[in-house]
């Protein structure tokens, strides 16, 4: 074949895709793949996060007092034990004082943890396994079942969530299993948003088609191969998820919808509002126990997204 042959064969658009077909190969294997992070991975990045341990220890110290408050101080925290308004270290006895009633404080401050706590996880996990729900069947199957539910969604969310549990709270009961259902009732559509964007990306990926072609039911194909590569930001949310509720659980009890036979840390903000001026320890003490547990969240929360969120593994 001469030159002139060969430049003329290169014309042809055939000869055009053999010249550039090296090229479009780097240029297919150039494509970010969605990586994943395993547990190891995971695990290093949090021991080298000194925020998250320390998140970590509060986290863990005040889950043990919670669970250790009725051995540690068995006494009862409605019980009036000495004079009322004993600031915090003028009585050895009541290393944080007395309230308006004469209450321990510091009993109230460790039995409050359990309530704070109880309702946070709790009202989290029944919202992340509500929207877990919703957002999967929405956005696996598609279609009206996918109109249906994004709209259910959308009802929910275009009402006022804390006006909306003051509602639903009032007109039902105060106790702390309706205050829990409650702050599910309105948080779980984030996650059910979120699961819905996640399983669409990942309904349409290859193994997912590669499992329907062998024939894997639906529900195998959910639970064994979708869920696991959607927990990782759920599980960032629901981190952030658990803040709030102790939030709204605190914000409930301050304006007197809390459950009257249990103490938090809100009821006894809400008790001592009415001694801001002369005894405002009252309300410090516990605002700085909200405070500081929401932080430590929170700094568990960004430790997660940088573990588990596969961008930031090339940083690592």
Known sequence: MSAIEGKAELATPGGWVNVHAAESTRTLASIPVAQKVSGRQALATLKRNPAAIAGLVFLAAIAVLAVLAP????????????????????????????????????????????VSLLVGLLATALSVAAGILVGSLAGYFGGWTDAVLTRLTEIFQTMPSFVLLIVLVAITSTSIGVIIVAIALISWPNIARLVRAEVRVQSRAEYVLAARSL??????????????????????????????????????????????????????????????????????????AIVLTVMAVNLVGDALNDALNPRFSEDR
């Open 71 to 114: 051995v540690i101080f068995p006494r009862d925290p409605f019980a009036i034990v000495g004079a009322p308004h004993q600031w915090p270290g003028e009585n050895a006895a009541f290393p944080l004082g007395t309230d308006g009633y004469g209450r321990d404080v510091l009993i109230g401050l460790v039995h409050g943890t359990r």
């Open 215 to 288: 024939g894997y039911g639906h529900g195998r194909i959910m639970f064994s191969d979708i869920l696991p590569n959607v927990l990782p930001p759920v599980i960032v949310t629901a981190s952030a998820m658990v803040a709030s509720a102790i939030l709204m659980e605190s914000a409930l009890s301050f304006m007197g919808f809390g459950d009257p036979n249990a103490i938090s840390w809100g009821t006894m903000i809400g008790a001592g509002r009415e001694y801001l001026r002369s005894s405002w320890y009252l309300t410090a003490l516990p605002g700085l």
